[in-house]
C-alpha cells in the first residue's frame, strides 16, 4: 500500500475539488481500484485504533500517578494529566475520522460492483460475483460493527477524564485529589472495556484483510 501513499502529491489537485469520482479515477489511472483503497483505509483504521489503544493506556498510567500524589509540584502532575488527555482526544477524533474514511470508499466500492453486475452477458458469472457482493458485504458489516463499538467505548473514557482534568484545573490541591480517588476503579473499568473492543475490532479488521485477499 505504499504506492497508495506514495501518489498524496499528485492528488492534491483531485482532492481539493471534492469530487470523489476525480480521487478515483485519478488513483485508477495509476492502476490503483477502490479495492485497494478500501484496504488501505482498512490498514489505517486499524492501526489508529492500536495507537488509541496504546494512548488511553498511557493517560490511565498518569491519572493513577496523579490520584497516588504524595509530595512534590503538583502542578507538573496535573501537566502531564492534561498533555494526556489532549492526545486521548487527538487519537480518538483520528479513530473516528479513519472509520468515516473506510465507510466512504467502501460505499462507493460497492455501489460500482453492484453497478457493474448488469454489464455481464454471461449469467453464471453474473451469479457467482453477485453471490461474492453479499458475502462482502456481510463480512464487511460485520467489521463496522465492530469499528463503531470499539469507537463509541472511547467516548465514556474520554468523558471521565474531561471531568478529572476539568475538576482539577480549579481544585489543584491534595483535598482534590483525594475527592478523585473513588473514581479510578470506573475510569479501569471502562478502559479495561476500550481495550477489549479495540482489540476485537483490530482482529475483525485483520480477518476482513485476509479474506478480501482472497477474492
Known sequence: MNRIHSLAIVLCLALLTGCSSVYYNTMERFGVEKRDILVSRVEEARDSQEEAKEQFNSAL???????????????????????????????????????????????????????????????????????????????????LATMHAAENTMVPVLNAFRDQVLFL????NSRAIASLRNEVSNIESDIANLIEEMEASIAESNRFLEELQLI
Not at 74 to 97: K, P, T
Not at 120 to 131: F, G, I, N, P, V
Not at 169 to 172: A, I, K, P, S
Open 169 to 172: 484545573r480549579h481544585n489543584l
Open 61 to 143: 498510567e498518569q491519572f493513577t500517578t496523579l490520584l497516588n500524589f504524595d509530595g512534590g509540584e503538583l502542578q507538573e502532575v496535573y501537566d502531564r494529566l492534561n498533555s494526556e488527555f489532549e492526545r486521548s482526544e487527538r487519537r480518538a477524533e483520528e479513530v473516528s475520522d479513519r472509520i468515516r474514511a473506510v465507510e466512504q470508499v467502501s460505499e462507493d466500492l460497492f455501489d460500482e460492483w453492484q453497478d457493474e453486475l448488469d454489464l455481464y452477458t454471461d449469467q453464471s458469472l453474473r451469479a457467482s460475483s453477485e453471490r461474492t457482493l453479499r458475502q462482502t458485504r456481510v463480512r464487511y458489516d460485520q467489521l
